[in-house]
């Protein structure tokens, strides 16, 4: 039997992380709980974030949004601030797992599991999250980038847990988007995911954009070269059918069960190509035949303060 | 350890390991075998139970989660031998077949219908969208939540239950 | 789809049961791929018709006729 500690507070946690220190620490149990059934391994004790006050708020801290590290992806997809200003993150969140799945798992425990599939990365990428680190006597910040450093392994030391996930709001860009590929619309693993920031000048030359792809990597993969190559340009489809070809070398994807490697780096470029025909439709504003769709999967952040 | 918590609407305090599955501590514990076990893990939504008015999987949480929570298992949302305006639409219009999916589908469906008392189509198979039914084919599932939508919206215009009261296989 | 039920006696089964289940999709299944055959002029002979398979096939026809990709890139 093991022991279920509910801590209340950082400094319980604390003390509960003193008192047990092997205990592994779970906020959702989505993943924790499947692992542990197949896992012969003893554990004496099992600690819960879930009641953990400190990291259950989302608040706005100057320019930057602090999310803390046990709030769940519905109370995430609930919070007119992330789908105001976060729309790229609630696209992501939306197809995350199931509505269940959604209540339990939370934004900490998704970059901690530091799956190569895991929904969250991706945009958070793109958004430059910072993730803050707390123990007992310390605490640190750090990019996600550098936090996740391979399939489940991150930068977490012993003793130490993430406590909140901090993102700039992008004002900078006037474009997000999110896509998925999976085997199904609900609780699917993603195939391959690509999340993207866009800002372009009134005459519709790309300034700036950032992209990730999810599930085609040991980690999320960015492509500086792509990024380079689409500045200064319009979108057109032989641009993204060359920058297609740059993100198809960039990516290192693998077999498994879910899809072939080879439908993963195809599927990768194709997901830059169908992004020219989203912003190029939302730019116009168009309502033609067929396009409802393409609106629905591109936003623009509204009302972004200051 | 002792665990209290209010579980269909009874304070309840049970003495049971912190780290038994709540599906198994419902069903061993207290026999409500209404909750099911499908996959284990998460991905089928027959363990689904309601906590704190949310769908959970009760596959994935240990009975020290419940401590001071509200639990409703498909047992506690008839009232008495009234049945809740969800089961008598699954009865009314056919979404049933081999049973197994409808107490985690029915729950889930009351937890959607909590947030959106008037769902679209599209929105139902979202909320549903943890629920997997090998029979159905969902469609009578969709139509059945539609329907009690309607019902406890506007209780006196749904055809469906009107027409099981009318056959008496409702009281 | 219209279903027609024919009454017989299935010896394996108990009482002269037989299983029904899977038959639902003994029809539609082929229905489906045929659509797809139509729609997109690729033959799919494996199930489930995953957007893998149909994009490979897609591509395959493609580069035969030496056309480039849609712009959106033929996800489903």
């Known amino acids: 039997m093991k022991k279920v500690l509910l801590p209340r507070s950082l400094i319980e946690l604390w003390s509960c992380l003193e008192e047990e220190p092997e205990a592994p620490v779970f906020a959702g149990g989505t993943d924790l709980l499947v692992r542990l059934r197949h896992d012969q391994s003893v554990v004496p004790a099992l600690i819960g974030l879930e009641r953990v006050a400190e990291l259950q708020e989302v608040r706005e801290e100057g320019d930057c949004l602090w999310i803390g590290a046990a709030t769940t992806h519905s109370r995430l997809l609930n919070d007119p601030r992330i789908g105001g200003m976060l729309p790229v993150l609630k696209k992501a969140l939306e197809t995350l797992g199931s509505p269940p799945i959604r209540n339990m798992g939370t934004v900490g425990g998704n970059i901690c599991t530091a799956s190569p599939a895991g929904d969250t990365l991706p945009p958070l990428t793109v958004l430059d999250a910072e993730v803050e680190l707390s123990s007992a006597k310390t605490g640190r910040v750090m990019p996600l980038r550098t936090f996740i450093v391979g399939p489940g392994k991150t930068r977490l030391e012993k003793g130490e847990i993430l406590t909140a996930v901090r993102v700039k709001k992008p004002i900078a860009y006037d474009f997000q988007y999110f896509e998925k590929i999976g085997q199904r619309k609900a609780l699917a693993c993603a195939v391959a995911s690509l999340a993207a920031l866009i800002r372009t000048s009134p005459a519709g030359v790309i300034e700036a954009v950032r992209l990730a792809w999810g599930s085609v990597g040991p980690t999320v993969v960015t492509a500086p070269k792509v990024e380079a190559l689409l500045v200064g340009e319009r979108f057109s489809p032989a641009l993204l059918e060359k920058a297609a070809v740059l993100a198809r070398q960039a990516v290192s994807p693998i077999d498994d069960l879910r899809a072939t490697a080879d439908y993963r780096r195809e599927v990768s470029g194709r997901l830059l190509l169908r992004l020219g025909s989203y912003h190029s439709c939302e730019a116009r504003g168009s309502k033609q035949g067929g396009q409802g769709i393409f609106r629905c999967l591109l936003h623009r952040p509204v009302s972004q303060s200051p | 350890m002792k665990i209290r918590f209010t579980l269909n609407g009874r304070n309840t305090s049970v003495s049971t390991a912190p780290d038994r599955r709540v599906l198994d501590l419902l069903r061993e514990e207290f026999k409500l075998t209404g909750t099911k076990e499908g996959c284990g893990s998460g991905e089928c939504g027959v363990c689904t139970i309601l906590v704190d008015g949310e769908n959970r999987l009760s596959c994935l949480m240990l009975a020290g989660q419940l401590a001071g929570k509200t639990i409703t298992t498909i047992e506690g949302l008839a009232d008495g031998e009234t049945l809740h305006p969800l089961q008598e639409a699954f009865v009314g219009c056919g979404a049933v077949q081999c049973g197994f999916c409808t107490p985690g589908m029915i729950l889930a469906a009351s937890a959607l219908l909590q947030g959106k008392p008037d769902p679209t189509r599209e929105e139902i198979r979202e909320g549903l969208s943890g629920n997997l039914c090998r029979c159905t084919g969902y469609q009578k599932i969709v139509d059945a939540v539609e329907s009690a939508a309607k019902a406890m919206n506007h209780p006196d215009h749904s055809p469906e239950v009107a027409a099981i009261r009318h056959k008496g296989h409702l009281r | ?76």
Do not use: W
Not at chain 3, 6 to 32: C, D, H, R
Not at chain 3, 43 to 57: Q, W
């Open chain 3, 1 to 76: 789809m219209t279903s027609l039920i024919v009454e017989t006696y299935e010896p394996s089964g108990p009482y002269g049961m037989k299983g029904v289940g899977e038959v639902g999709i003994n029809g539609p299944l082929p229905a489906i791929a045929n659509a797809v055959a139509d729609a997109c002029d690729i033959g799919i002979t494996r199930a489930p018709l995953t957007a893998e398979r149909i994009l490979e096939k897609l591509t395959r026809r493609m580069d035969e006729r030496g056309r480039t990709a849609p712009l959106n890139g033929g996800i489903s």
